[in-house]
C-alpha cells in the first residue's frame, strides 16, 4: 500500500517486525537455541539460581560473590507485603483469578512508593527488589486468603524458591522439589519480546512507574495465547486421559483447526529448548515423588504431534511439560500463569531499564478502513438503515 514518500507494509501481529534493538536475550528459532545476555539457557537452568539470573538480565552481567549476596538479601529483607495490600486483597472475591488479584496488587504498589522518580538510581533499584521480592508474597497471599486463611509471613532462613512454595503450601519443600522449581523460574525469565514483554515496554516508554508497567504486563501475560496456555494444557491432557487416546484427539483438534495448547511459537520451529528442559525437570520429579499419569499422555500426544504438526513447523513450547512440574509440587492449576509471572517480571524490569536507557514513547500508526466524509445527520432524523 502506497502512502505518498514511503510504501506501508502491514504485518498482522508485527511478524517480523523490529520494534526495538536489545542486548538482553537472543532467540535461535531454527536451531532452538535461546540464551540470555549471552549465556545458553541450558547453562543457566543447569548452574544460576533465579536470583542471579533476574540479576544478570537486569543489570546485564553476572554478579560477583558479593553482588550477588546482596541482591539476595535486599530481596530477602523486602518479602514482606504492606498489611494495607493484604486488607485489600481480602477484599477481592475468592472466585476470581489469581493473576486478576496479582495485576491488582502489583499495580497498587504503585500507590506505596513514589512515582515519576525514574531517573533516580535508588528508586530504580529498590523498585527492582520490591517486585522481585514482593510479587511471589503476594501470589501466596492470595492463595490463603481464598481458602478463608491468613497469609503466612515469609521464612528468612528459606531461599527465595524454597520460601514461595512455604508460603504458598505452608509446609517447607523437599529441597530438590524447591531446586527444581527454582530451575523452572529461570526458564520462564525472559524470552525477548513476547506480548508481555512488548506491553511492559510499551507501558515503560511513557515515563510511568515500575509498577504499571509489571501490571500491565501481567494483564497481558494472563491470556491463553501466552502465559494461560499452561493451565490449558492440563485440561486437555486429562480430557484425552489415555495415551491410546491421543492419537484421536489430535486428528480431530488438526480436522477441526482447534490448536493444540501447548505447541507453536511464533519464534521457533523446532521444539522450544526450555520444553525439552521442563520435560527432563517433569522427569526428575517423577523419579523422585511419584508418576503422573498425564505426563504419558503428553508424551504420546508429542509423540503424534510429531507427523501431524512438525511438517507445519510447530512443535513444543514451554508451556507444554511446564504444568506437569507445576502439579507436582503441589501448585493449583490457576497458579500456573502468577507463577510464571513471579519469573517473568525478571524479564520485564531488564527491558524495563532497557526502554528507559533509549526511550521513545510507542506511537505506531494504522491503515484507516473506516467511512470518511459523512454528513452529519440530526438524532431525529437518524434510521438503523443508515447504518448498513
Ligand atoms: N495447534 C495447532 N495448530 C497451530 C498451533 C497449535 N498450537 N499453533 C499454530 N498453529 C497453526 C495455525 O492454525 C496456523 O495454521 P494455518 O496457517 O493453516 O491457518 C499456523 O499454525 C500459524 O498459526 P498462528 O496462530 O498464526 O501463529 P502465531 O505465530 O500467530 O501464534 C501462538 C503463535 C503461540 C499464539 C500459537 O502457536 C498458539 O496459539 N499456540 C497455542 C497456545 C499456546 O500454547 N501458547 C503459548 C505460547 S508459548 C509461551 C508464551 O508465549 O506464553
Sequence with gaps: MSNGAHEIIFRPGLEGVPVTHSAICDIDGLNGHLSYRGYSIEDLAAHSTFLETAYLLIWGELPTEE?????????????????????????????????????????????????????????????????????????????????????IQPRDDLAYSANFLYMLTEREPDPIAARIFDRCLILHAEHSLNASTFSARVTASTLTDPYAVVASAVGTLAGPLHGGANEDVLAMLEEISSPDQAAAYLKKAVENKQKIMGFGHREYRVKDPRASILQGLAEEMFARFGRDDMYDVATALEREASSLLAVKGIYPNVDFYSGLVYRKLGIPRDLFTPVFAISRVAGWLAHWREQLGANRIFRPSQIYTGKVTRAWCPVEERTLEMDA
Design 67 to 151: 553482588q550477588l549476596h546482596d541482591f539476595e538479601a535486599e530481596v530477602q529483607r523486602h518479602r514482606r507485603v504492606s498489611f494495607r495490600v493484604r486488607d485489600m486483597m481480602k477484599c477481592f472475591p475468592a472466585t476470581g483469578h489469581p493473576m486478576d488479584a496479582l495485576q491488582s496488587s502489583a499495580a497498587s504498589l504503585g500507590l506505596f512508593y513514589s512515582r515519576r522518580a525514574i531517573d533516580r538510581p535508588k528508586y530504580v533499584y529498590d523498585a527492582v527488589i520490591r517486585l522481585i521480592a514482593k510479587i511471589p508474597t503476594m501470589v501466596a497471599a492470595f492463595q490463603l486468603i481464598r481458602k478463608g486463611q491468613d497469609p
